[in-house]
């Protein structure tokens, strides 16, 4: 038996601010996307390197103001390419906690909470 990754479904409620958040300033590309029809919600796979997550205007996949954790090697570059853009909606600050990571959070437009964290040394 073998257990692979997960795919974390985070809710949206609004096709553009999403792109806007998760493409144009965190660095995502979409992979794909899907609707039954035009008129209706969007379900999307977006990607940065190892991390995938999909995206959903359907209301039955998930709730809103979730939270997860995704580890990154090179925080403090991803931290400076954030800042760099001078996004309108979000200026992420790095945080050394108590039990050994470095972490980086970010809301999104829908509250979902992304946390990009690093072990560092003890």
Request: negative net charge; charged residues 25%.
């Amino acid at each position: 038996m073998k257990i692979h990754s997960t795919t974390p479904i985070l809710r949206i409620f609004d096709e553009a601010k999403a792109k806007e958040f998760y493409v144009d300033f965190l660095g995502f590309k979409v992979d794909w996307e899907h609707r039954f029809e035009p008129a209706l919600p969007l379900y999307l796979q977006i990607s940065r390197e190892g991390c995938i997550l999909h995206l959903s205007e359907h209301h039955g996949d998930c709730c809103p103001g979730s939270a997860m954790r995704i580890e990154v090697n090179g925080i403090d570059e991803l931290h400076a390419e954030l800042i760099a853009k001078q996004f309108k909606y979000a200026r992420p600050s790095l945080d050394d906690t108590p039990w050994g990571t470095r972490d980086m959070s970010v809301k999104d437009p829908f509250g979902n909470r992304l946390t990009f964290t690093t072990a560092i040394s003890t």
